[in-house]
C-alpha cells in the first residue's frame, strides 16, 4: 500500500478491492517492461485458464460488529459522496461530515439527494431540522415567490419555510422521510 494514504482512504480502498490488497510494479525501464509483458503473457492465459479462481474469504463478522461495520461502510459511502459533491474537500473532513451525516442514520443516496438539492455537506444539522418538520429533499426545489425553498432555509430558517409553505397549499408528508 502506499505510505502517502491516511487510514480512511486505506479503509476506502479495501472496501473498493473487497479486501485484496494492491500490487505494486516493480520499478523497471518501460522497455524491459513491454519484452517482459510479451515473453509472459502466453504462459499467464494458460495458467488463468486451468487455475480455479480464487477469492479472498472475508470472515463474516459477528452481531455487535456487524452494526459498527455497517456504520464504517455508511461512512465511507458518504464520503465518497461528498467528495463527488465537493472534491476540494480533505479526507479529514470528509470523515468528519460523513459522520455528522451517518450520525442522522441516513444512507449514501439519502445524503446525496440533500446534497444535490442544494444543502452543503457541513449542513447537517438543517437536513435533520427539515426531516423533523417533514421536509425532503424535493421540497427544497419547491420555489416561494420566486426564490427557492433551500435559498430561503439559510434566511428564514426551517420554521419560517415551513410556515410559508403551508400557506401556499403544502402538507409535509405523514411521516417525514430522509429522501426523496
Same mark, same amino acid.
Given at each position: %500500500?502506499? $505510505?502517502?494514504? =491516511?487510514?480512511?482512504?486505506?479503509? %476506502?480502498?479495501?472496501?473498493?478491492?473487497?479486501?485484496?490488497?494492491?500490487?505494486? !510494479?516493480?520499478? %523497471?525501464? &518501460?522497455?524491459? !517492461?513491454?519484452?517482459?509483458?510479451?515473453?509472459?503473457?502466453?504462459?499467464?492465459?494458460?495458467?488463468?485458464?486451468?487455475?480455479?479462481?480464487?477469492?479472498?474469504?472475508?470472515?463474516?463478522?459477528?452481531?455487535?460488529?456487524?452494526?459498527?461495520?455497517?456504520?464504517?461502510?455508511?461512512?465511507? =459511502?458518504?464520503? !465518497?459522496?461528498?467528495? &463527488?459533491?465537493?472534491?476540494?474537500?480533505?479526507? #479529514?473532513?470528509?470523515?468528519? %461530515?460523513?459522520?455528522?451525516?451517518?450520525?442522522?442514520?441516513?444512507?449514501?443516496? &439519502?445524503?446525496?439527494?440533500?446534497?444535490?438539492?442544494?444543502?452543503?455537506?457541513?449542513?447537517?444539522?438543517?437536513?435533520? #431540522?427539515?426531516?423533523?418538520?417533514?421536509?425532503?429533499?424535493?421540497?427544497?426545489?419547491?420555489?416561494? $415567490?420566486?426564490?427557492?425553498?433551500? #435559498?430561503?432555509?439559510?434566511? =428564514? *430558517?426551517? $420554521? *419560517?419555510?415551513? =410556515?410559508?409553505?403551508?400557506?401556499? *397549499?403544502?402538507?409535509?408528508?405523514?411521516?417525514?422521510?430522509?429522501?426523496?
Amino acid at each position: %500500500m502506499d $505510505d502517502n494514504l =491516511d487510514a480512511l482512504e486505506r479503509l %476506502m480502498l479495501a472496501n473498493l478491492l473487497e479486501g485484496r490488497q494492491p500490487r505494486r !510494479r516493480a520499478a %523497471m525501464p &518501460q522497455a524491459q !517492461r513491454n519484452s517482459a509483458n510479451r515473453q509472459s503473457a502466453p504462459q499467464q492465459r494458460n495458467q488463468s485458464r486451468n487455475a480455479p479462481a480464487a477469492r479472498a474469504s472475508i470472515p463474516s463478522p459477528a452481531a455487535p460488529a456487524q452494526v459498527a461495520d455497517l456504520r464504517q461502510t455508511r461512512r465511507l =459511502d458518504v464520503g !465518497r459522496v461528498i467528495k &463527488q459533491i465537493d472534491p476540494r474537500t480533505t479526507p #479529514e473532513w470528509r470523515s468528519e %461530515m460523513a459522520a455528522a451525516w451517518v450520525s442522522l442514520n441516513l444512507t449514501a443516496a &439519502q445524503v446525496h439527494a440533500w446534497l444535490t438539492a442544494g444543502l452543503l455537506p457541513a449542513q447537517h444539522e438543517l437536513a435533520k #431540522e427539515c426531516i423533523d418538520r417533514g421536509l425532503s429533499p424535493a421540497d427544497m426545489k419547491a420555489r416561494i $415567490d420566486g426564490v427557492r425553498v433551500v #435559498e430561503r432555509l439559510r434566511g =428564514d *430558517g426551517v $420554521d *419560517g419555510v415551513v =410556515d410559508m409553505l403551508r400557506r401556499n *397549499g403544502w402538507k409535509p408528508a405523514a411521516t417525514p422521510t430522509a429522501a426523496a
